[in-house]
């Protein structure tokens, strides 16, 4: 891959954007490459969880690569939203497999909303969040407009949204965007630490939990039912008939994802 520089640890499997001298700002090739990883993450049974985060200290992902934007009219303005939220930011949202960004520095406009659509978010102290869009007389278009609203709330999404203004590090703690917030230096090993400890629960149990959260967002889903029937369908996995013997034995369970 040529925007991004992905490594393994603990079967983890750490996604870096890296183009440095753009402030890792997501083009046509970054998506599209995201789009690969992340297929890697749902398909590679050596890969439990994934982080994603940017090279350098400056920027996570600082927003979109506007130069793309300055050939595009109403329709491919939709095309590119409608490919990136299908093939990227849902796709992320989605995965079975627990998906944590790590924010060194800026994350902004379509960064914020890649940070967004992780499961959840650990931020360096140094990270700033923002959806500047209004600035170029256009609006987010990668979801932002939803994930924010349901992190944050409306009143402050809207205030965000229709300002421009960024927020940092610890005002998102407080807004309820990110989880953490640690030293720059500290931020792969907190994401990495609590990933290990998702890693060594039952992953259907892990995959059942990410959809019936996620479904409380789908209006024309029933959440409740949906976990209900999931609560129901895990009965008959072996990891379930696992766990309850070790916790009747007085021992560890060994999971295997069946």
Do not use: W
Not at 181 to 204: F, R
Not at 213 to 224: H, K, M, R, S, T
């Amino acid at each position: 891959m040529k925007t991004l520089s992905l490594s393994f640890q603990s079967q983890i499997l750490i996604i870096t954007i890296n183009r440095t001298d753009k402030l890792n700002a997501l083009n046509k090739q970054v998506i599209e490459e995201l789009s690969a990883a992340i297929d890697d993450v749902y398909n590679n049974p050596d890969i439990k969880s994934a982080v994603i985060t940017g090279s350098g200290e400056k920027a996570f992902v600082a927003g979109a690569d506007i130069s793309e934007f300055t050939a595009l009219d109403a329709n491919g303005g939709k095309a590119l939203a409608q490919k990136g939220q299908e093939n990227v930011f849902n796709k992320i949202e989605n995965s079975p497999k627990p998906v944590i960004a790590a924010v060194n520095g800026f994350a902004l406009g379509g960064g914020c909303e890649l940070a967004m659509a992780c499961h959840f978010r650990v931020a360096g102290n140094n990270a700033k969040f923002g959806q500047p869009e209004v600035n170029l007389g256009l609006i987010p278009g990668y979801g932002g407009t939803q994930r924010l609203t349901q992190l944050a709330g409306k009143g402050r999404a809207m205030e965000m949204i229709l300002s421009g203004n960024l927020i940092d590090a610890h005002t998102a703690l407080q807004y309820g965007l990110v989880n953490y917030v640690v030293a720059p230096e500290e931020l792969l090993k907190k994401a990495i630490g609590i990933l290990e400890i998702i890693n060594s629960k039952a992953p259907l149990a892990v995959a059942g939990a990410i959809k019936a959260v996620n479904a409380v967002f789908d209006e024309q889903l029933d959440g409740y039912g949906i976990e209900i029937d999931t609560f129901g369908e895990l009965f008959n996995t072996e990891d379930a008939k696992e766990g309850a013997a070790a916790f009747m034995e007085k021992r560890k369970p060994a999971f295997r994802g069946r």
